[in-house]
């Protein structure tokens, strides 16, 4: 059983969502120390999203088979008020499947895989938006596999524990780093 257990994302769930994973928790490992945490998106890129559209990029297994209609991107640019715009009439070949195949899929555009051919449609059909920024939620930086005629925002979690139990500390203690 695991010594520590990490909750996070708690800044976009429901104080009775965490208060259930806690409970959950203690009663399958009731010797656990619970470290809470947020996951802060971030991005080092500083463009002023307010107003300009976008266009935006997901990872491609969250929101096809893992279901979601959205991911960090989205979640960036609704914080940042940025007008996210429609990339379905846009898409080629294999982002073009994907969206008839995942109905949830609407004002994304799946990164559906990094072969050759995927790297050229997702390139081709970002290329094709019209839009002022691309913002990426890919866990992938994708200014370094794509070629855009337009600015990218690359956006990236930050976790930020809440408390006194610190996880580089835990992991320094155990000999992990």
Do not use: W
Request: with cysteine; proline share 5%.
């Amino acid at each position: 059983m695991a010594d520590y257990i990490v909750i996070n994302k708690e800044n976009s769930a429901h104080p009775a969502q965490i208060k259930a994973v806690v409970s959950a928790t203690h009663h399958f490992n009731p010797k656990a120390k619970i470290i809470h945490a947020d996951s802060v998106l971030t991005s080092n890129t500083k463009v002023n999203l307010r107003g300009k559209r976008v266009c935006v990029v997901e990872d491609g297994p969250t929101v096809t088979h893992g279901g979601m209609p959205f991911g960090a991107g989205t979640v960036f640019a609704r914080q940042h008020k940025a007008a996210i715009i429609d990339p379905r009439p846009y898409a080629k070949g294999s982002i073009r499947r994907a969206y008839e195949k995942y109905h949830q899929l609407e004002m994304v555009v799946p990164a559906v895989g990094y072969s050759k051919e995927q790297i050229k449609e997702l390139q081709d059909t970002l290329n094709r938006v019209d839009c002022d920024v691309i913002v990426s939620g890919t866990p992938i930086a994708l200014q370094n596999v794509v070629k855009l005629n337009k600015p990218i925002v690359q956006v990236n979690y930050e976790l930020r524990e809440k408390g006194g139990t610190n996880l580089k500390q835990v992991l320094k203690k155990k000999g992990f780093i």
